[in-house]
């Protein structure tokens, strides 16, 4: 069976979008983008460079004193609208989804609807925000504090969802006045470039929202950039760490949603059936490439072989294929590279005493010419080795047996990590005792990541990030209060 490859003719041309104009080139180097399904090259992308960034900056900044006085209903509109396109045209966001990370046809119609639920939520909060007023002690004075966009914003987004990431940071941003200058990433350019056509298309004012396609270079442009105002990044903690010190030098503020290890504790009053089909969703989730797919699955004793047998009876039963085939589960992973190195830490985590159940090897056959890994289960997996502390980024889960509740929580937090958590239970009282103990920003009792809604925070503790994104929460990362003291002592004589 031949896979197909994508058509270059429904892919997005135009990697920079700065005001008003449409480019089909930047000014930086061309790179070859390249299918993960196939491992052929869909087009080649001249990417952004230092001088597209200030440019998109520059429109950024003429474009914020207007956009920022806009009337919340008029900003409010143009939310609805967009998420009204959305909706009517997610079905053009496919092509995009699909050829620039193998993700699977069966989930890109969910992304369009995503974005619009984003769109929508925080286009509510557009004409809503408003400030206080503050007591005052002593004299008699009035008081109150107001809330302010940052003014621009770069957003630096992953190449594993990057529809996702973005409609996650722009909805709060915007709502809250702020302009934008969005990177979309060099190995998954093409959704972003779609979502800015579409914000284009819908009747935002040119210049509100600018896109540059590039590598690290241009991310590193837009952290230095004098022009912007606040950063935010979605990535790996390596990267972060670079954006930090860059940030540094101009102490602008960062928002960081970073990598995650995260635990799916099974007590042995679970569904089993129930635990163990979303315990595997963390290896099918975005092809397994998900930072916060519950990847470190821990299992009461008592249950363990049972859960186990499970697994890898459903794990067998995951259909890997071509991504465009409606009856895929689970597509590639990114690139040959990100192969190998998945490979790699599947064979130290067995040479680490792990016990493969499932998968382990890449597919041959049809599969032979992209990046295919099926789901792939190490059991026995010591909690302190590098498969268990570590990202994998791909397909692959690792299963280690407990005893105890106290156990179980001491497992689950004993990572530097604290994205998300997964509880699987009956039990009420446990429930709420083992969700209070967790160290994580998002944490699901029965079930799998499914209520990462707009109007709920989402964020990680520890080496997984600062800052939220969604819900209230998310709207005031991107708002500075300003205080003001007016006295209202009567004049002196």
């Not at 099918?284 to 009876?313: E, I, K, P, W």
């Not at 280690?400 to 009420?428: R, S």
Request: proline share 6%; glycine share 12%; charged share 20%.
């Amino acid at each position: 069976m031949a896979f197909r490859d994508p058509a270059a003719d429904e892919l997005p041309r135009y990697p920079l979008i700065i005001g008003e104009t449409r480019e089909e080139k930047g000014s930086g180097a061309a790179m070859p983008h390249v299918y993960p399904g196939t491992g052929k090259v869909t087009r080649e992308i001249a990417m952004a460079n230092a001088d597209d960034v200030d440019r998109a900056v520059a429109a950024a900044r003429a474009a914020l004193p207007a956009w920022k006085a806009m009337p919340g209903d008029k900003r409010r509109n143009l939310f609805f609208k967009l998420a009204e396109m959305f909706e009517a045209r997610s079905a053009e966001f496919a092509p995009s989804l699909i050829a620039e990370n193998g993700s699977i046809s069966m989930a890109a119609p969910y992304m369009g609807y995503d974005a619009a639920q984003k769109f929508r939520y925080f286009g509510g909060w557009c004409d809503k925000i408003h400030g206080r007023t503050v007591p005052m002690w002593g004299a008699p004075a009035h008081d109150y504090v107001s809330y302010e966009p940052y003014g621009v914003l770069g957003i630096i987004v992953p190449w594993n969802g990057p529809l996702f990431a973005a409609t996650m940071v722009m909805a709060p941003a915007l709502a809250a006045g702020n302009c934008v200058v969005l990177k979309s990433p060099d190995l998954a350019p093409y959704s972003a470039m779609k979502l800015v056509e579409m914000i284009q298309e819908a009747g935002f004012p040119a210049g509100v929202v600018n896109l540059v396609t590039g590598a690290a270079d241009v991310g590193e442009a837009m952290v230095a950039h004098p022009g912007v105002d606040k950063i935010e990044f979605i990535g790996s903690g390596a990267t972060a760490k670079k954006v930090l010190t860059n940030a540094a030098q101009t102490l602008k503020p960062v928002g960081l949603e970073l990598g995650g290890k995260s635990a799916v504790i099974v007590f042995d009053d679970a569904d089993l059936m129930n635990a163990a089909k979303r315990g595997l969703s963390g290896a099918v989730s975005a092809n397994g490439q998900g930072c916060v797919n519950g990847t470190r699955l821990l299992v009461q004793r008592g249950v363990y072989d049972q859960y186990l047998q499970t697994l890898a009876a459903m794990a067998g039963h995951i259909n890997v294929g071509d991504p465009y085939d409606p009856q895929t589960t689970l597509g590639p992973v990114i690139s040959q590279t990100a192969l190998d190195r998945i490979l790699g830490m599947v064979g130290r985590g067995v040479s680490d005493g792990g016990r493969i159940i499932a998968g382990g090897e890449r597919l041959g056959g049809d599969h032979a010419n992209g990046f295919f890994l099926p789901v792939t289960v190490l059991a026995d997996v010591r909690n302190d080795c590098e498969i268990a502390q570590n990202e994998v980024f791909g397909p692959v889960l690792v299963v280690t047996p407990f005893d105890t509740e106290e156990e179980a929580i001491q497992l689950a937090n004993g990572t530097d990590y604290g994205l998300g958590a997964y509880v699987h239970t009956k039990d009420l009282r446990r429930a709420h005792y083992v969700t209070s103990q967790l160290q994580a920003g998002m944490i699901h009792v029965n079930g799998a990541g499914e209520a990462m809604q707009p109007n709920c925070p989402f964020g990680g503790y520890k080496r997984s990030g600062h800052g939220r994104l969604g819900g209230v929460e998310g709207l005031q990362e991107f708002l500075q209060p300003k205080n003001v003291w007016i006295n209202l002592s009567a004049p002196e004589a």
